[in-house]
């Protein structure tokens, strides 16, 4: 080699795989050899009884239950650029509680992905289940067919495109797939244009064709979209504009009669942004739903219209100040629009630190004021909660939560509310077992209509020793109904937990008790106990190739990447089995303040995803000085957002999904009635969404707990348990 | 030095690794939360693949890369560092850098005036990909991606601390092209 001539360096902006030499090729007979797979078998027993009067009975079914379900996941790396990826799950089913009345063998889930960039134009193929996430105003479900994203390299100027297609229908049992075959069919594709600047463009089309079902006749629908996104700066702020315009037109059956050949415009904005200068982030959104646009993918509310302005202002001792203005008008196009206006600010973090040292926790208030045109609804609402926890010694912290809300009725009967929670966290030790030991009191008084007061206790223990867990929650509570004729009610309810894990073995023990006795009427007792064995199996992959990737997500080992921004949480700050000292670099880094500390966990009060107003806190689970789980938990209260649980969920879901593609698995059982947590507590409702990435698993999705509570989870671990145990909530965070 | 100004130099620092960061498959550190709609859910593909190439260019993968001099890259990154805090690290960055603009922004916005960076080691340098081209009269044009581990050190004054030095290490990612003649071994 001779002198240099040229020389032209640039950084390159995308990480680079570097393929080593092929060495070692697997064994010829061992046709499994190249394939990493992970299968989980378990099998659970469970009777349920019921005394006395069956209406008061938190459990539908008596008698015995069971079923063994499988669950494979199969990848194999054939290249740097191909890979196969299998996913299966089946259930022989004698458990009305876990598919209804349908017995016997089931396939439950399936699907096979096939992703390969070094063909001719690179793809993603998939068949079986797969979340289809186009909008929330086009489709986002998940359905049972095919897709394919195509990824030509076209990209002349630095543009990238991706192509999706894909046809399929809800997700049920596969033996409805079969027979009905027409009763609900999805078709779409879209084209999306992404630059290197992040700005991108989406055009999008969606079909849908339903069967006739019962009554209601045959129909069809198609919605189509464009969609735009453009980062700018200027003037020290850093802004993102986005919008989408969908156009609907078809046949629905919302709301309740089928009407024909109906067309509107769905229209969403926003504006986004943070200052470079000032710890300041700020939005505006403005959405506008005609009353006929109905499609039957998509997430927003029809006939509808919101105006949303936020702005955050971080101080420098770590208190986050959240202000929300929002306008929402229902019933947009009739000669009756609901308008609705709140005005809210949340606080989060330090609150009261300079009382009590290490005090954490969140403010919110909200006024909101509902009034239709006719003024038969004309309501006005003050409403304040604040909870705030505390160390009280190394080994005890204190939380407490009061809230109170004033509502005005000007066409009728108005009411008040108040009450308050008072709890502790107690580190414990008990003949070689560790835990926490948390009792609570509660008082909470409701006037007006349905005047009631309720008053609480309860007790919970996880303790933990060597493979051994427990978990144990009591509490009791009379409710006293204030008005003539109402019920007063008695309600004692324990739930108990046991586990014990042994290498590729777990096994699990559940009972429950809940007696409700109501004056007047008869009283009832409900109770449950269910024994589970679950079985792990992992065979890695030989490999075939030493194939390496160079950048495993460096930086993250030295806490250079931020815990929060703007935009929210950064999961990859809390990637299970890195050091905790990084993770409390990032987290000063991003000016959150100190955490309290529960046994295990460290618990940070922030605003982890910032368009909800709800309470967010995260908790980080350290063990030998690395991070075994991160979870964030978002309590459902009511904050004048008018938001259902589903909708909550949807956002936390389409916040993860921008940042980690659709979710690779989804489960989704049962629709949710007038009482949301009757319906989670009963096993009625299931949500879990799941992503698997090299850093673990993320799940999202509505647990249930041992104190009943209902609340909205994302975990990051290596492993979770399998989706059919309802209880993988965090129970230590209360 | 409060610890936010500290790990935000060293971020800025070695931005080329934090820039980059992540795998083609999922990247969640860098990615703003954008838009509601769906995200490009990128495939990984060969490197030269991602190049556009409206067509051939006549360049053929080496498959076993040869090493670069070690002088030439030590020399090429100091320039890049001794460039860093200074206008002339915009003509060292890729066009299609991430964020390139807000990094350039960030550094001249937060850091310190008199802050210098400086390289106290490079440990190593892999050619992660070669490509060759004949152009005659004995000519090869050599296209390569190196990447650099590299130790380094933020020098500056802090008002409260005084003379402050952090240690810390970063990765450079670089494309080199080279003009060579090859030379016949002599009988």
Excluded at chain 1, 410 to 427: P, Y
Excluded at chain 1, 690 to 706: F, H, S, Y
Aim: hydrophobic share 35%; net charge positive.
């Amino acid at each position: 080699m001779k002198r240099l001539l040229t020389l032209a360096a640039a950084c390159l902006a995308a990480p680079v795989p570097v393929l080593a030499e092929e060495v070692n090729g697997p064994a010829k007979s061992d046709p499994l050899a190249p394939w990493d797979i992970y299968a989980s078998s378990t099998t659970q027993v469970e009777y349920y009884d019921i005394n006395g009067a069956r209406a008061q009975s938190a459990f539908p079914f008596s008698g015995g239950h069971w079923f063994t379900e499988l669950d494979v996941q199969a990848r194999r790396q054939i290249s740097p650029y191909e890979s196969i990826k299998i996913d299966g799950a089946g259930v022989f089913n004698r458990s009305r509680y876990r598919l209804g009345a349908e017995r016997g063998a089931v396939l439950e889930r399936y699907s096979t992905t096939w992703e390969k960039g070094d063909a001719g134009i690179p793809f993603r193929a998939t068949g079986g289940d797969f979340f289809a996430d186009v909008s929330p105003r086009t489709i986002s479900r998940s359905l049972r067919g095919a897709q394919i994203d195509l990824q030509p390299q076209i990209n002349a100027d630095g543009t990238s495109v991706s192509v999706l297609a894909f046809f399929g229908r809800p997700s049920g049992l596969y033996t409805d797939f079969l027979q009905n075959t027409d009763a609900d069919l999805y078709a779409g594709a879209s084209v999306l244009l992404a630059n290197p600047d992040n700005s991108s463009a989406l055009l999008s089309f969606v079909h849908n064709t339903r069967a006739r079902a019962g009554a209601t006749a045959a129909h069809e629908q198609n919605v189509l979209s464009v969609a735009g996104e453009k980062n700018l700066y200027g003037g020290g702020q850093y802004v993102t504009i986005e919008g989408e315009a969908a156009y609907f037109t078809g046949d629905h059956t919302g709301p309740g009669t089928l009407r024909r050949d109906r067309d509107a415009l769905g229209i969403y904005a926003s504006l986004t942004g943070y200052s470079q200068e000032m710890p300041l982030n700020y939005s505006f959104l403005y959405e506008r739903y005609g009353r006929n646009f109905q499609p039957h993918g998509r997430v927003v509310s029809a006939d509808r219209e919101t105006l949303d302005a936020r702005g955050g202002w971080r101080f420098d001792n770590g208190l986050y100040l959240a202000l929300r203005a929002q306008r929402f008008r229902d019933r947009l196009e009739s000669a009756n629009t609901l308008t609705t206006y709140t005005a809210g600010a949340t606080l989060t973090g330090p609150l009261f630190a300079s009382l009590i040292s290490g005090a954490s926790g969140s403010w919110d208030s909200f006024y909101s004021r509902a009034r239709n045109q006719t003024r038969a609804t004309n309501t006005e609402t003050w409403s304040s909660r604040l909870n705030v926890q505390a160390p009280l010694n190394e080994r005890t912290s204190i939380r407490a939560g009061v809230n109170a809300q004033v509502f005005t009725n000007f066409a009728g009967r108005d009411s008040t509310s108040a009450g308050f929670t008072l709890g502790a966290d107690s580190q414990i030790e008990l003949a070689g077992w560790t835990g926490t030991l948390s009792p609570e009191v509660y008082f909470r008084d409701r006037s007006g209509l349905s005047a009631l007061s309720e008053t609480g206790a309860g007790i919970g223990f996880n303790l933990y020793k060597d493979n051994h867990s427990v978990d144990l929650n009591m509490s009791t509570g009379y409710q006293n109904a204030r008005t003539n004729g109402g019920t007063d009610n008695v309600v004692h309810d324990v739930i108990g937990r046991y586990r014990y894990r042994h290498d590729i073995h777990t096994f699990g023990l559940e009972g429950e008790v809940h007696t409700r006795a109501p004056q007047p009427g008869a009283n009832g007792q409900a109770y449950r106990i269910a024994a589970f064995y679950t079985v792990e199996l992992h065979k890695p992959a030989r490999r075939e190739s030493t194939g390496r990737f160079l950048y495993d997500e460096p930086g993250l080992e030295t806490g250079n990447v931020l815990l929060t921004g703007p935009d929210g949480i950064n999961l990859a700050a809390l990637r299970p089995g890195l050091p905790f000292g990084s993770v409390q670099q990032s987290v000063a880094a991003s000016g959150v303040t100190d955490p309290t500390r529960i046994g295990a966990l460290r618990v940070y009060e922030l605003a982890a995803f910032p368009r909800l107003s709800q309470r967010q806190r995260l908790a980080v689970e350290e063990r030998g000085g690395r991070v075994v789980r991160a979870v964030i938990a978002i309590d459902l209260a009511l904050t004048g957002n008018r938001d259902s649980i589903e909708r909550t969920l949807a956002r936390v879901r389409e916040s993860l999904s921008r940042r980690l593609g659709p979710p690779g698995r989804s489960f989704e059982e049962g629709a949710f009635t007038a009482t949301p947590a009757d319906d989670i507590n009963s096993g009625r409702v299931v949500r879990i969404y799941e992503w698997r990435t090299p850093g673990g698993i993320i799940r999202l999705g509505l647990p249930r707990r041992t104190d009943r509570a209902i609340r909205i989870e994302v975990h990051y671990a290596k492993s979770m348990t399998p989706p059919a145990n309802p209880f993988w909530s965090l129970n230590d965070l209360r | 030095m409060p610890a936010f100004t500290r790990n935000k130099l060293i971020g800025l620092a070695t931005a080329a690794l934090v820039l980059v960061a992540g795998t083609p498959s999922m990247n969640m550190s860098e990615q703003a939360e954008a838009s509601q709609y769906r995200k490009f859910n990128r495939i990984r593909v060969p490197v030269d693949k991602k190049k556009p190439e409206a067509k051939p260019d006549g360049f053929t993968q080496v498959a076993r890369p040869i090493p670069l001099p070690r002088r030439l890259s030590e020399r090429f990154i100091k320039d890049v560092v001794r460039a860093w805090n200074t206008q002339k690290l915009n003509t060292y960055l890729a066009g299609n850098f991430n964020d390139r603009q807000r990094l350039l922004d960030t550094i001249r916005e937060d850091v310190p005036r008199d802050a210098r960076l400086r390289v106290t080691g490079v440990q190593g340098v892999d050619v992660l990909l070669q490509r060759v081209k004949g152009e005659g009269r004995g000519y090869y044009k050599v296209k390569s991606v190196a990447a650099a581990r590299v130790r380094l050190r933020i020098e500056f004054q802090d008002p409260a601390a005084g003379f402050t030095v952090i240690n810390t290490s970063g990765e450079y990612i670089f494309d080199v092209a080279l003009r060579v003649k090859r030379v016949k071994r002599q009988p």
